[in-house]
C-alpha cells in the first residue's frame, strides 16, 4: 500500500509542477546534468524545444520525459533529432503540434491545450495507478489466504476467473 501511496503522491506533484514546463526556460533548466551538451543533435536546447524534460535515475542518467504526452525515452545518442524521436512515437502529442509559439496563444487555446494534457495525464496515470493497485490487491489477498490457511487450516476454493474490463 505504501508503494501505492507513493506512486499516486509523486503523480499528483508532477501534474502540478508539469504546468510550469510550457515556457521553454523552466524546460531547460532541468538539463543542468545533461550527458550530452554540444557537437550534437540531442542538446538541452534542442531537447527542451522538443518539449523535454530531463528525468535522471541513478542507472539512466539521460532519461527525458515529455512534461505533456508524458513519453519517456532513454537510450540517446549524440545523433538523435529530440523533435524527431518525439514525433515518431505512436501518439498524437499535442504540445508538438502547437503551430505558434506558447506566449502567442489565447485564453481558450491555452485552456483547450491544458484541458488535452490533463486528459493525457488523467489516462496515463490512472492506468498505472489501477495497476498498482490491483498489485496491491492481489499481494493483500495471498497473505490473507496464506494466514488462514497456516492458522486455522482454511482451504481456499479455486481462483474465480474475473472478467477483464475494457480499456
Not at 499516486?8 to 531547460?28: G, Q, T
Not at 524534460?53 to 532513454?74: G, M, Q, R, T
Not at 499481494?139 to 486455522?152: N, Q, Y
Request: include cysteine.
Amino acid at each position: 500500500m505504501e508503494t501505492f501511496l507513493k506512486e499516486l503522491s509523486l503523480a499528483c506533484r508532477h501534474l502540478i509542477e508539469f504546468r510550469d514546463m510550457y515556457e521553454y526556460e523552466n524546460r531547460i533548466k532541468t538539463f543542468t546534468d545533461w550527458p550530452f551538451m554540444e557537437n550534437c543533435k540531442c542538446t538541452p536546447e534542442n531537447m527542451a524545444r522538443a518539449g523535454f524534460i530531463h528525468c535522471p535515475s541513478a542507472n539512466e542518467p539521460d532519461v527525458a520525459k515529455c512534461f505533456f504526452c508524458l513519453i519517456e525515452l532513454e537510450g540517446w545518442e549524440p545523433n538523435d533529432d529530440p523533435q524527431v524521436e518525439h514525433s515518431k512515437r505512436p501518439h498524437n502529442c499535442g504540445f508538438l503540434s502547437l503551430t505558434k509559439n506558447f506566449d502567442d496563444l489565447t485564453v481558450e487555446e491555452y485552456y483547450m491545450l491544458e484541458m488535452e494534457r490533463l486528459r493525457t495525464f488523467l489516462c496515463k496515470t490512472g492506468r498505472s495507478t489501477m495497476k498498482s493497485f490491483e498489485e496491491e490487491v492481489d499481494a493483500t489477498r495471498k497473505r490473507l489466504t496464506d494466514h488462514f490457511v497456516s492458522k486455522h487450516q482454511y482451504t481456499p476454493e479455486p481462483k474465480m476467473l474475473v472478467p477483464e474490463s475494457p480499456s
